[in-house]
């Protein structure tokens, strides 16, 4: 296998890559915790918080894909071959999961109807149709745990990278911890 030496992404390419990843793993902690808070205000605002931090997800995933396809470095990737292309194809389909995951979160306050904070109420699409519900709130659960079974088969890839391989990959993501008071992102 070939491999490239190909330095590390920009500060602001590492930094959305981990928020992301940090907002995806706190996000499904909170929807596994869900049922477990008491009915009423404490499991509206638990909800309604989840929801929220979808939204903040959703925008930071797009000013990502955004800063990633205009903005950001652009590294080769450290695979050539079928391998490399594989990556490429990986990542993308991370992307692709992450927007499904925030389009069914959506779908699925749309179709069960929600209350946000106690300061606004989203109407149910059918009120009346508990299957809806229940087959929009699975779907959300499916593609949240297939993101997270994606996301660590990605962590294990790259593990594999810098354990086995020792080809620097883990050090194009990694946060320069050195810098962490500096202000400007480049």
């Not at 920009?10 to 477990?36: K, M, P, S, Y």
């Not at 959703?58 to 695979?79: C, E």
């Not at 519900?133 to 810098?162: F, I, P, T, Y």
Request: net charge positive.
């Amino acid at each position: 296998m070939n491999t490239i030496d190909t330095g590390a992404y920009d500060r602001r390419t590492v930094w959305l890559h981990w928020l992301v990843a940090l907002l995806v793993i706190g996000l499904w902690i909170a929807g596994q915790c869900i049922n477990f808070m008491p009915r009423g205000t404490p499991k509206i605002m638990f909800r309604s918080t989840h929801i929220a931090l979808g939204v903040v997800l959703a925008l930071f995933w797009m000013y990502r894909i955004y800063w990633r396809a205009f903005r950001g470095m652009k590294l080769p990737s450290v695979n050539t071959g079928w391998i490399g292309r594989l990556s490429h194809g990986y990542h993308h389909g991370l992307y692709v999961l992450i927007g499904l995951l925030v389009l069914s979160g959506l779908a699925a306050v749309w179709i069960r109807g929600d209350n946000l904070f106690e300061l606004f109420i989203v109407p149910a699409f059918d009120s009346g149709n508990k299957e809806l519900r229940r087959n929009a709130v699975q779907l959300h659960e499916w593609l949240a745990n297939g993101l997270l079974a994606a996301a660590g088969l990605h962590m294990l890839a790259v593990c594999w990278h810098h354990w086995k391989l020792k080809d620097g990959l883990m050090s194009r993501m990694w946060p320069n911890w050195q810098n962490l008071h500096s202000t400007e992102l480049q």
